[in-house]
């Protein structure tokens, strides 16, 4: 008998200023002995994320992940081992997405006198996909390619003794390209950061030094090979005062923010962005002023509005204290809120800079740790510039003995999901992480979603959700299946129909681009994606919004 699986997600809007206060809820994601820090994390597209951090319970430091979820922690207790212990390993490690559901870490170590990177790609089980060695250069960086390899960028030293920034390519089976330049220019060139450009590419940051520090950008194609020369200054009036922070926004353009003192040379920084897609600026070449106002505004932290502009957050001393403010600048450059940004607390008192994460729907979740007890707390504003928890955000967790560096990552229901370093445990460090509904509610407690039926041996999800331009559709089978996929409207209509394919165990990802089955734009609503096979069913909802 043929059984129909209905796949329905809905996505609830904050609607409250629910403060939440209290440490019962929080995750215990490593507890294990001697110290665990410096968390990082990334959304797991499925409603959970993979945590890694540094860990030294084997009396070396090693790399450790987790894989959450709502329900709790999914791999081995206190986590899977990344690395061996080795005290010539070099953090931080690099922490991304693999783009397919896994996850991509990339490190480097000293070992017998020799510096190694290495590479591995785990699947959402646990298991390892593939792991790449080769010589090389200290902190590797990975953006995935979107078929399963991944693009390798790193600096290393030229027999003069200048440093000058690498890549090679990694293919699906872990197999490596040799090695090739993608800026060769005179001073040195350290420390890069990618990311992946949604095509097959990446974007390439690193900084620059040629009498003064000034972060440059490359934009590098699927074969690791440079497209803008040796690369673009992002600040050409080398006023640069900070690292830069970048995301990738849904039009494939990269967006950068940085402190900049070029207002007052050798005075207090202001924040600055610059939007890139070609081999120039989008915005003013110089950068686009986010915040000008008095004291000196530094760690901003940048997301995607999902319309071609962003939103920013940063520390900013002009009250006295030091506060938390956030801009929203337009596809065009110009900025939506008050002149120099709107304050997202009232009383706080920052002891991290910000980290930020879009809630889906043209806004942004900012957190950070407050010396109001040592606790985590998260504020969510709107695309309008409204904040959605509150005058003071929410306190994730307010446990003794302080949490610090909080990590971020979207549960694609416009909420969030935290990871922090915790000092409760008085003999060491531990990883604890958090869960915030969309209305602030702090929760890590397991509950059944009633807009959302599972039956045994399938599950699926969509992120984003609500969407505005695309969305992945991923379906998870406990055994291999042929799944058809539709959807239809709120009154049954079918809109898409996609052909019936044979699907692996696991992780299979369907995109679905706002679009009917002629390409025709659909309107603004509620839709329902049904699948279907011969043993089990699910049932989820999507919101488009436009």
């Known amino acids: 008998m043929r059984r129909c699986i209905t796949l329905i997600v809905l996505s609830t809007l904050g609607m409250g200023s629910t403060v939440s206060s209290g440490h019962g809820d929080d995750m215990v994601v490593c507890s294990a002995t001697e110290h665990q820090y410096g968390p990082s994390i990334v959304s797991d597209d499925m409603g959970g994320a993979y945590v890694v ?61 020799q510096r190694l990177m290495f590479t591995r790609r785990l699947a959402p089980s646990g298991n390892t996909v593939w792991m790449a060695q080769y010589p090389g250069g200290p902190a590797p960086t990975a953006a995935h390619n ?213 809630d889906g729907t043209g806004g942004a979740i900012v957190t950070w740790s407050d010396q109001r007890g040592g606790d985590v707390y998260a504020q969510k504003v709107t695309a309008a510039g409204q904040l959605a928890w509150g005058p003071e955000g929410v306190r994730v967790s307010s446990a003794p003995g302080g949490q610090n560096e909080p990590k971020i990552a979207p549960d694609g229901s416009g909420g969030a999901i935290l990871v922090w370093t915790d000092g409760r445990d008085s003999a060491d460090l531990d990883i604890y992480a958090g869960f915030i509904d969309s209305d602030g509610t702090v929760t890590r407690v397991a509950s059944v979603d009633k807009d959302r039926h599972t039956s045994q041996g399938i599950d699926v999800r969509v992120s984003p959700n609500p969407l505005r331009t695309s969305s992945s559709i991923v379906i998870r089978l406990s055994q291999p299946a042929m799944v058809g996929v539709h959807m239809t409207d709120l009154s049954g209509r079918i809109v898409l129909r996609r052909a019936e394919q044979e699907m692996a165990s696991g992780l299979t990802t369907v995109q679905w681009n706002g679009q009917d089955s002629h390409g025709r734009r659909l309107p603004a609503g509620m839709y329902f994606v049904v699948a279907t096979t011969r043993e089990s069913s699910t049932t989820t909802r999507v919101a488009l919004v436009r």
Not at 103 to 108: E, R
Not at 246 to 270: F, K
Not at 305 to 334: K, N
Request: proline share 6%.
């Open 53 to 113: 951090w540094s860990d030294l319970r084997n009396g070396a430091r090693a790399y450790y992940a987790q894989r959450i979820a709502r329900s709790g922690v999914q791999w081995t207790s206190d986590g899977l081992p990344v690395s061996t212990p080795n005290n010539g390993a070099e953090a931080p490690p690099s922490v991304s997405t693999d783009g397919l559901g896994g996850l991509l870490v990339a490190w480097s170590e000293i070992t017998n006198g």
């Open 146 to 358: 979107g078929a399963g390899g991944a693009l390798m960028m790193w600096h290393d030293y030229t027999p003069s003794w200048f440093a000058d920034v690498y890549a090679r390519t990694v293919n699906e089976t872990g197999y490596a390209s040799l090695n090739r330049v993608i800026c060769s220019a005179s001073g040195d060139q350290f420390w890069p950061k990618a990311l992946p450009d949604g095509l097959g590419g990446a974007f390439v940051t690193w900084d620059d030094v040629g009498g003064f520090i000034v972060t440059f950008v490359q934009h590098v194609n699927a074969s690791a090979f440079p497209m803008w020369g040796n690369g673009i200054s992002i600040s050409p009036t080398q006023t640069q005062d900070g690292p830069a922070r970048m995301v990738v926004d849904d039009q494939h353009h990269l967006i950068l923010a940085w402190p900049d003192t070029r207002n007052e040379p050798w005075g207090p920084s202001d924040v600055f962005v610059q939007r890139m897609g070609t081999s120039s600026a989008s915005w003013d070449s110089n950068g686009v002023a986010v915040c000008t106002a008095m004291g000196s505004q530094t760690g901003p932290s940048v997301v995607s509005d999902g319309t071609g502009g962003a939103i920013v957050a940063w520390h900013d001393p002009r009250s006295g204290a030091s506060r938390l403010f956030a801009q929203r600048v337009d596809v065009t450059g110009t900025t939506q809120w008050l002149t120099d940004g709107i304050p997202l607390c009232g009383e706080c008192v920052l002891r991290s800079m910000p980290e930020i994460v879009s």
